[in-house]
């Protein structure tokens, strides 16, 4: 099973700020198989980025991703105040698919 | 619009069963593999089970294998899960989601709003 690891666990930015993000996979993996959600407080997982730069419908160009083998980043050029929230990265290209633990980004 | 509704969960004892439902609508359901994904404070996201857009093909995580069955009826645009010889482990919140790649390999796109399974005597 691939284990992905994000860092850091907490982020405290300001709006405005930039925020960058780090998920690392325990072996390497298809750029076309890793994906970005966003997650708020009592809401599901909302898919913001698929094969590791794709942003999905509907998602802001301040959302972007990039990386390879077993290092991607997710980058918010801008934070706004609605993407105070939690963000998980996801492998898909073995199975089965699995999820790194969140990074929260909150407001400093 | 793409939704997707789960309904069904509660509080079940250890050793119990229960089923889990998922109404999907905007979509051609009969076209999609679908999941069930579930979220606990100790162990965060976890995918759960697949199953193919014709039925014919399902897949589990080891964890649930042999205790959890994945079915849908394309008829009723819906998705199932029942859940037998539950452990406390389990308890968590459910979603359902579509996964957007024929292959079945893929993320996921859209998800549930999910529903509660709690797993205690």
């Known amino acids: 099973e691939i284990v992905l690891t994000q860092s850091p666990g907490t982020l405290s930015l300001s709006p405005g700020e930039r925020a960058t993000l780090s998920c690392r996979a325990s072996?390497?993996?298809?750029?076309?198989?890793l994906a970005w959600y966003q997650q708020k407080r009592g809401q599901a997982p909302r898919l913001l980025i698929h094969?590791?730069?794709t942003r999905a419908t509907g998602i802001p160009d301040r959302f972007s991703g990039s990386g390879s083998g077993t290092d991607f980043t997710l980058t918010i050029s801008r934070l706004e105040p609605e993407d105070f929230a939690v963000y998980y990265c996801?492998?898909?290209?073995?199975?089965?698919?699995?999820f790194g633990p969140g990074t929260k980004v909150d407001i400093k | 619009e793409v939704q997707l509704v789960e309904s069904g969960g509660g509080l079940v004892q250890p050793g119990g069963s229960l089923r889990l439902s998922c109404a999907a609508s905007?979509?051609?359901?009969?076209?999609?593999?679908m999941s069930w994904v579930r979220q606990s404070p100790g162990k965060g996201l976890e995918w759960v089970a697949n199953?193919?857009?014709?039925?014919?093909?399902?897949q589990y995580v080891d964890s649930v294998k042999g205790r959890f069955t994945i079915s849908r009826d394309n008829a009723k645009n819906s998705l199932f899960v029942q859940m037998n010889s539950l452990r406390a482990e389990d308890t968590a919140v459910y979603y359902c989601?579509?996964?957007?790649?024929?292959?079945?390999?893929?993320?996921?796109?859209?998800w549930g709003q999910g529903t509660l399974v709690t797993v205690s005597s």
């Open positions: 989601a579509r996964i957007p790649i024929p292959s079945g390999s893929g993320h996921f796109d859209n």
């Open positions: 905007g979509f051609t359901f009969s076209s999609y593999w």
């Open positions: 199953i193919k857009s014709d039925g014919s093909e399902e």
């Open positions: 072996q390497s993996i298809s750029t076309s198989y």
């Open positions: 094969g590791a730069s």
């Open positions: 996801q492998q898909y290209h073995y199975s089965p698919p699995t």
